[in-house]
């Protein structure tokens, strides 16, 4: 509501300064009969209809949705802007027909101007106006995303280099006076005001173009392909695990849109599906504020059958986890590297079988030439406990991360079961650390913290 008065306030300032300068501008120009000040004059009187169809733009886009608008009426800003890109070519149009007629005619009086100090005065005025009147609509329009505004402040932005054409112009003619009749200068000179009212004629040209183009665009629901990719961007590198298949981000009026597709594994639950899609939108509103995102999700149709996924599968049907694989491609063909996690009280001749067979199923199904591995025991079994905890074995943990300096648990959890106890110690995440820093960390966290307790559980340090 704040966005949408503000809006209203800068196209109702921006009314009042353009119906003060086209009657001051009218005035003159019919004194002076000059062509560049009666340009601009019919200039600042379609600025006065551009302003005011602003003004009711403005006031239409903040109505909020309804059944008929589900979109709400954002558009009405691209429409206004495309009326005022209409009215702005036909000014630029008759400009340069009065203008052809007055270079063509055969009567000297048609390129005489009247200079006085009022025509200064205005044009002056009309500089002054149009450059603080387009520093604030550009403010406002920035801050609120409005089309409309937008359009104005560009608009606006133009008077300037065109009010100051016709400065040059009319001082021209002025000078025009001082100089020899039928020399090259005063021929020149006399001629100014209407090659001023040229300049005018070319400048509004260029402004309808720039904002024709953008409300068409925009009328047509063209692809907001920066913001698209910037979007791209952010889930490659913060959600690889869902790739897009498809995006679409469009704006409507000052509402930016965006709707997208993400394919994740087909056997979630759809609360956890959910709150996937929930976290997305909340990546895209970190990156796109304020933008309105839906976001569909789509089962994959199958699980990769990737090297990787094919030596796990092989290593739990011989019943131990491998972890550490190293895919190695040399001249001589695959290499494959494992580490196999075994009982830690196993002896070796126990799990000789299972480890050849699982080199060979690996070289059969990958082609591989070597298959090495590296043993290591299974950190996943709990040694047995048979002391109770102490009672205030939760103070222990937490005095024990302060002297080492780390982060203050936000839980801390102690799981049993026959007498295998672990303990979870959960800190907050950090989120700029990648994963090899992240890991090396916790590792670190998690050897000193369990040198400092009694060896009454396994302790594990996590994120919560």
């Known amino acids: 509501m704040e966005n949408d008065a503000r809006k209203t306030l800068a196209a109702l300032s921006s009314v009042i300064w353009s119906a003060l300068l086209t009657l001051m501008k009218f005035i003159v120009g019919l004194m002076t009969g000059s062509l560049g000040i009666l340009s601009e004059a019919l200039h600042s009187g379609l600025d006065l209809l551009a302003a005011a169809g602003t003004l009711f733009a403005v006031r239409v886009s903040a109505l909020p949705a309804d059944d008929d608008h589900p979109y709400g009426h954002g558009k009405v800003e691209s429409l206004m802007a495309l009326a005022e890109t209409l009215l702005l070519l036909l000014t630029s149009v008759w400009v340069l027909h009065e203008a052809a007629q007055r270079l063509l005619s055969d009567d000297p009086a048609a390129l005489h101007v009247e200079t006085s100090l009022w025509a200064f005065i205005v044009v002056i005025s009309s500089l002054v106006v149009d450059i603080n009147r387009s520093r604030m609509l550009h403010r406002v329009a920035k801050e609120t995303n409005s089309a409309a505004l937008e359009a104005d402040a560009a608009h606006f932005a133009t008077d300037i280099w065109s009010s100051a054409a016709v400065l040059l112009g009319i001082s021209g003619a002025a000078l025009a006076e001082f100089t020899v009749e039928g020399t090259w200068l005063h021929t020149l000179l006399i001629r100014a005001d209407v090659l001023a009212s040229c300049v005018v004629a070319l400048l509004i040209l260029h402004v309808c173009y720039l904002l024709g183009s953008k409300s068409v665009n925009s009328l047509m629901d063209k692809a907001d392909s920066e913001n698209g990719r910037r979007i791209r961007e952010a889930m490659a590198h913060r959600m690889p695990a869902y790739p897009l298949v498809r995006l679409r981000v469009h704006e409507v009026g000052n509402k930016l849109y965006v709707d997208m597709v993400v394919l994740v594994p087909r056997d979630l639950h759809v609360d956890t599906a959910h709150e996937i899609a929930d976290a997305i939108e909340a990546l895209v509103a970190s990156v796109v504020p304020d933008a309105e995102t839906l976001v569909h999700v789509q089962p994959a149709e199958t699980t990769p059958e990737t090297p990787e996924f094919i030596i796990r599968r092989i290593a739990l049907t011989h019943r131990f986890g491998v972890h550490g694989l190293v895919l190695l491609h040399t001249e001589g063909g695959l290499v494959v590297s494992a580490d196999l996690e075994l009982p830690k009280d196993a002896t070796l001749a126990a799990w000789q079988v299972p480890v050849e ?96 307790l009694p060896a009454q559980a396994r302790v594990l340090v996590t994120y919560c």
Not at 440 to 445: D, G, H, K, P, V
């Open 357 to 452: 067979a699982f080199r060979r199923e690996v070289a059969h199904h990958l082609k591989a030439v070597r298959v090495l591995v590296h043993v290591e025991p299974n950190l996943r079994e709990l040694p047995a406990q048979a002391e109770p905890l102490p009672a205030d074995w939760e103070e222990q943990v937490r005095r024990a991360m302060i002297r080492l300096g780390a982060p203050l648990p936000t839980r801390i959890e102690t799981y049993e079961r026959e007498g295998q106890r672990l303990c979870a110690v959960s800190i907050p995440m950090e989120a700029e650390l990648t994963v090899e820093q992240s890991h090396a960390r916790l590792t670190e966290l998690t050897k000193r913290l369990a040198a400092e």
